[in-house]
């Protein structure tokens, strides 16, 4: 077995990818997690990465290993495509978190667009790991984005959800599209309180007296544990100071950079 202290991580990483697969698989397999782990770090390529992940039988350990804007980039090549759902179920619940408060929010405000397409990667995975995340998720704000594509048509569906009538097939539900469908009967397979409340949520919006004023409520108190979330991971990692604090702190356009031009002008004259 090769010594780790003669690997290059990025250079070993070419190497087995240009290996025959069986020959790559024996050969990763025989090092440790942590040159594993280093390796898959060199290896910039999301695409390139992903094949690496695949060189163990199991890679639920070294995706949880991995940092999570790491096993986004190799996620966010499949988005879309339904094959995100073979990796997604090797996330821990906190890189779940995470990735999601990095994947579906652009500059501070929720990309509903982005999270319909992780929904859908979501609904592809096995059951029992969707349930896992669907506990994680909050489900006033999931209710709020399928609000318009779930509509619940009875005035007696409050009733019926009360006496556990309502399944995703139930003629008391209407589906805008065939996507919300999908993700209605995943929600339904993989966890049927999880489901129950969704519908609850809808029915909950639906008799607020302005809808409109309720959802932004809602996007705004997501939005609002987003940055809290983001913050307390921000200072886990010792960044004290975000972006946000720095614009807030010093004001650009009052700093007086005289000096440095003098200096800069005296160089270019030396």
Same mark, same amino acid.
């Given at each position: ?24 698989? /024996? ?7 942590? $040159?594993? $782990? ?25 995706? /949880?290993? %991995? ?16 094959? @995100? ?9 906190? /890189? ?26 979501? #609904?592809?995975?096995? !059951?029992? &790991?969707?349930? !896992? +995340? ?7 704000? $999931? ?10 048509? %009875?005035?007696?569906?409050? $009733?019926?959800?009360?006496?556990? +009538?309502?399944?995703? #097939? ?7 599209? &065939?996507? @919300? ?13 999880? +489901? ?7 029915? @909950? ?22 940055? /809290? ?42």
């Amino acid at each position: 077995m090769n010594s780790p202290k003669t690997i290059v991580p990025r250079s070993e990483g070419e190497k087995l990818l240009s290996l025959p697969t069986r020959e790559a698989e /024996q050969l990763f397999q025989s090092y440790g997690k942590q $040159l594993q $782990l280093e390796i898959l770090s060199a290896t910039r390529n999301p695409k390139a990465r992903e094949q690496l992940y695949y060189l163990v039988p199991d890679c639920t350990e070294l995706i /949880q290993g %991995s940092p999570t804007e790491d096993v986004l980039q190799v996620l966010d090549t499949m988005l879309g495509t339904g094959l @995100a759902s073979v990796l997604l179920p090797c996330l821990s619940n906190d /890189q779940f978190e995470e990735l999601l408060d990095i994947a579906v929010w652009r500059d501070g405000e929720l990309d509903e667009e982005s999270l319909d397409l992780w929904l859908f990667e979501l #609904a592809e995975c096995d !059951r029992d &790991e969707l349930g !896992r +995340f669907l506990r994680e998720l909050d489900i006033r704000l $999931l209710a709020a984005l399928l609000h318009g594509r779930i509509k619940l048509q %009875s005035e007696y569906a409050a $009733l019926l959800l009360e006496s556990g +009538f309502l399944d995703p #097939a139930s003629d008391v539900i209407n589906y805008a599209d &065939e996507r @919300a469908r999908a993700i209605s009967n995943a929600i339904w397979e993989a966890d049927y309180e999880v +489901f129950d409340r969704l519908l609850s949520e809808l029915l @909950a919006i639906d008799t607020e007296g302005d809808v409109d004023a309720e959802l932004a409520a809602i996007f705004d108190a997501a939005q609002a544990d987003r940055a /809290q979330r983001v913050t307390e991971r921000d200072r886990e990692a010792g960044i004290d100071v975000t972006e946000s604090d720095l614009m807030e702190k010093v004001d650009l356009d009052a700093l007086d950079f005289d000096e440095d031009e003098d200096d800069y002008d005296e160089h270019d004259d030396a």
